[in-house]
């Protein structure tokens, strides 16, 4: 049975259905998840309240047919909101190491700088270029696929993706 068929089922109250659909959509998932998040167990609990919504809102899904995109674009909702709830509690982002491992802590703190220098700079960039950066470039997907997930023309999403690689290499620059 295929991911539509399921999701009608789903639609009408089948809800082993609705498990399967959405089991078949895990990996991508966890991937845009863990993008945005950083943090495999972050990462699986937002995959779980944007089951857990979905589940509740399945209603509204207009046509089975765009189930994944409408699945994705409530995964990247509740990974905003909990970006936006871990900014509030944020505390210091880097511990050193012991002096038993001296290079190999040089070489990882160094590692954590540069990830460091990166996520500052997808944070300070919209939420839109964010979005596209991680979905292109994390997620893997094409232009035609960031444009259904966010819901904007093709051309639109090109010349944002354009403005965002510019200001993330503008910011990287300076950063270095």
Known sequence: MNLEQLVLRATRGDDEAFFEAVSLQKEKLYKVA?????NE??????????????????SRLEQAAYFSTWLTRILIHVCVDE?????RLLVDPIEVGNEQN???D???HEQTVERMYIEEALSRLTPAH?????LKYFEDRTIREIADV??????????WLHKALGALRKDLRKGW
């Open 150 to 159: 966010l819901g904007h023309p093709e051309g639109t999403i090109k010349t």
């Open 130 to 134: 964010r979005h596209i950066i991680i």
């Open 83 to 87: 970006q936006k709830r871990k900014k």
């Open 34 to 38: 863990y993008a945005f998040l950083h």
């Open 41 to 58: 167990n972050d990462a699986l609990e937002a995959i779980q309240e944007a089951t857990c919504r979905s589940y509740l809102k399945l």
């Open 106 to 108: 040089i070489d990882l």
């Open 102 to 104: 001296r290079d190999l």
